[in-house]
C-alpha cells in the first residue's frame, strides 16, 4: 500500500452547488494546498444537482486523522471558510480506502480546480 485516499461524498443543500463549487475552488483547495493535503479530485457528480465529491491522497490512515484535525482545529478554517462552506452541506460521507499509484493516476483531474 502506498497510502490511502479518502471519497468525501457531499449531499449539497438545493440549489447550493454553485456557491458551494466557488467556495471550493476559490478558498477551499487553497486551503487544502496551503495545509499540504493533496487533492486527487474534485467536483460535482453528474447524476443529480445535489450532489459533490471531493477525493484527498495521503500517507496513511494516521496521516490522515493528523492532517484533518490540524487543519480544521485551524484559525483559518474556523475564521476563514468554514461557515461558508458548511452552511452548503446537507450531510456527507466518507469511504477511505489503500491508494495504489495506478488508481492515483487513474483519479487525478488535470489542472480544472484540483491541487496535487
Known amino acids: 500500500m502506498e497510502g490511502v485516499i479518502e471519497i468525501r461524498s457531499y449531499s449539497l443543500r438545493p440549489g447550493m452547488r454553485?456557491?458551494?463549487?466557488?467556495?471550493?475552488?476559490?478558498?477551499?483547495?487553497?486551503?487544502?494546498?496551503?495545509?499540504?493535503?493533496?487533492?486527487?479530485?474534485?467536483?460535482?457528480?453528474?447524476?443529480?444537482?445535489?450532489?459533490?465529491?471531493l477525493i484527498r491522497a495521503f500517507a496513511s490512515l494516521a496521516d490522515l486523522e493528523r492532517s484533518e484535525e490540524a487543519l480544521y482545529g485551524s484559525e483559518e478554517w474556523r475564521q476563514g471558510p468554514r461557515e461558508a462552506i458548511l452552511a452548503c452541506i446537507?450531510?456527507?460521507?466518507?469511504?477511505?480506502?489503500?491508494?495504489?499509484?495506478?488508481?492515483?493516476?487513474?483519479?487525478?483531474?488535470?489542472?480544472?480546480?484540483?491541487?496535487?
Open 18 to 53: 454553485e456557491r458551494f463549487h466557488t467556495l471550493m475552488v476559490g478558498q477551499g483547495l487553497p486551503l487544502l494546498k496551503r495545509w499540504n493535503i493533496e487533492v486527487v479530485s474534485v467536483g460535482p457528480s453528474l447524476h443529480d444537482e445535489t450532489s459533490y465529491c
Open 90 to 116: 446537507e450531510r456527507y460521507t466518507d469511504v477511505v480506502l489503500p491508494a495504489h499509484a495506478q488508481l492515483l493516476d487513474t483519479l487525478r483531474q488535470p489542472a480544472a480546480g484540483a491541487t496535487s
